[in-house]
């Protein structure tokens, strides 16, 4: 018989969450005030976060210990599995053997809840009895609605209007756990307010649904903030499915050649590779790749340098890779994956040369998508299909006997209509010029 | 530290399928050929099953095994996870433990691949090259179409036309898995074309997506008809899930007091219950628990008799449990539970007092797929909701100690339209008068 599945017991579940930051060769570059300029002072965030959260943020604590009361929500889908991917192996003539982790399987169907329950847990602490965030596609939106129900707390999502639209899947579920569901631009707040009267059809954008959402926590006293990718504190979080991995590899007798994630806001990749950072420092063989869309080239073509995180201009300055702050990037079908930055975090590794990036355009990552689909059963995600793309190419470009893990971030049940879009070969395969590139990034800050 | 998962390795998944006749008190009445009123010829079923399943359908072995093949796929979910609902319990104030067998972690999202996969298989191995098959809801669409893409066959899916138009998700994995789906009444068949000269905009039925699958496979060398419940030999493939349950509460060191399922054609229930029969005949105290729909009470308040399996009379006559093969039931949110009749064996059991039924109204059904999402995070189908509201009541009911285990036959993620009209408080509660249910049963053959 031959095993497909490798399980942890949930005795053997982590019990700490990684900060890769004391191991970095060289210290990360500070967030600063954006309107000093200077390096912000903790109690400039904690109108908008929590300080237990702030804490860690800033921390440089190798281990972060994980809370009963989290480790318990967690064990109502972790451990989660690595999958011997046998069958796309051999579809595709793989010498090379792929494992997959499985985030799929939490109740919010992606890696989202691993940050959404702890950053629900620690607000609830400080007593904060409402979260409110932005949500794009809707997987962190639907992430937070699930942990804020499970910790008995209130959620408020500003959904970018779009994809409240396209995706009305999305906002029945936040509502089935409980959450309240606003498209964005809304009128709940002043900054909603302000574009919808200027365009009542406004369809949104991240950066204003963020400014929505962040406005809603600064003026309610019971209310906070919460992000689902980028922060220093949620790569921490999402580090478990790293640790995982690690374990789950050795219980299998393997050492892992290449690890493989997506990224958008960069933490389900982060979260994977990052426990394998000091092996890699230590001289092990090991490759970092993270996969974005040719439609927002990030770490292959942006800039390191201080940006803002959101479009308004309203986050602290961050050092990171960056398309420009302003950019709007095509209607790609991986809402997930459409962010200008990039995690500092990563954006730090990357410079330091530890990881490598590659691009592809979605029609080849839908390909990839399907091929996995008709192999192995699962439909992923189109953010996940890019990982899974990358993981197929690097499987052929490998030696005999390599091994390639890559991180299945999340199902795509609630993304059909956009692979109704691929089998009707509707899907634009879209690329970002030099000459835009250029243009974006002009409005980066000079710092 | 509170175990919430067992889980089973891989070689612990069982390698037979059981098969309850031999163990029953009493033999079960065979089918009749629609002609003669005689026991039906086997060969008379060739025409649309292969011998392998027709030899599964009348056997009397107590074990059936399963070929290492349909053990290769299975791996790619099973063994499927025993969860312990601790919230749910803490939430209703459960004196009881309360268990469920997770079947929605398979690609196609349900325990339907489990008898899909082995009748893919079987067909194969007789050089069938195409399986043609109808669906309502569309979970068995979706798991056939996977299991046909697993084994390299074709499939062709007759979807009830109403569905395909209300769930177009449905429509769109089964084409991403590469079968083929067709709104019925279509124009691929004698039985469709001619609905649709009559009346052009027909909704569709069960029964007449059947006609037309059946007619597709008669008509096609290639071709055979494949059913996703009510036969034997689907009861048969689906006891995987009780074997597993049995050995893994056993790890936990628990004996069942309920066992719980909801019924449309039997199979999800069949499967769990089943395997407990002999404990059940030798004494053991353990109730099996069957729950359906008010709106389609065939257990509640159907007659034990001689029945047509679909609507336009051209199946083999079965002795079961029926309202009447021209019932049309309200249009609930739980097409899987639309059936007018029920699996002969499950009847049987019935028949025999060796198991109970309860029927609900669907607001109260989805109340408890409110409250188990909320607290234990999952969203279920509306089908399987019903499993859960009996599992709730049944905890309530319980001595303190007791266990309750129910089937948790799938995820509701291609359901959400349904949700969205429950908490928009647009469900109605049906029910079936008396009159009704005697006119309808009064067009019952007289046998």
Known sequence: M??????LEEKDMPTSWYNVMPDLPEPMAPPL????KKPIAPEKLSAIFPMSLIEQEMSGERWIDIPEPIQEIYRLYRPSPLVRARRLEQAIGSKARIYYKDESVSPAGSHKPN????QAYYNKMEGVRRLATETGAGQWGTALSFACKMLDMKCTVYMVRCSYDQKPYRGIIIRAYGGEVFPSPSRHTSVG???LEQDPNSGGSLG???SEAVEDAAQNNDTKYALGSVLNHVIHHQTITGLEVKKQLEIAGETPDVLIGCVGGGSNFGGLVLP??????????IRFMA??????????KGRFAYDYGDMARQTPLIKMYTLGHGYFPPPIHSGGLRYHGEAPIVSHAAKLGLLEARAYFQNEVFDAARLFMQTEGFLPAPETAHAIKAAIDAAKEADPGQVVVFLYSGHGLLDLGSYDAYLKGELKDQAFSDDEIEKSLSECPEI
């Open 115 to 118: 940050t959404a329950v702890a």
């Open 208 to 210: 204003l649904a963020i």
């Open 276 to 285: 394998y950072m000091p092996e890699k420092l230590e001289g092990q063989k």
């Open 291 to 300: 996969v974005e869309p040719q439609a927002c080239p990030t770490l292959t």
């Open 33 to 36: 005030d954006p309107e000093t």
């Open 193 to 195: 307010r302000k574009v």
């Open 2 to 7: 031959q095993q497909t599945k490798i399980l």
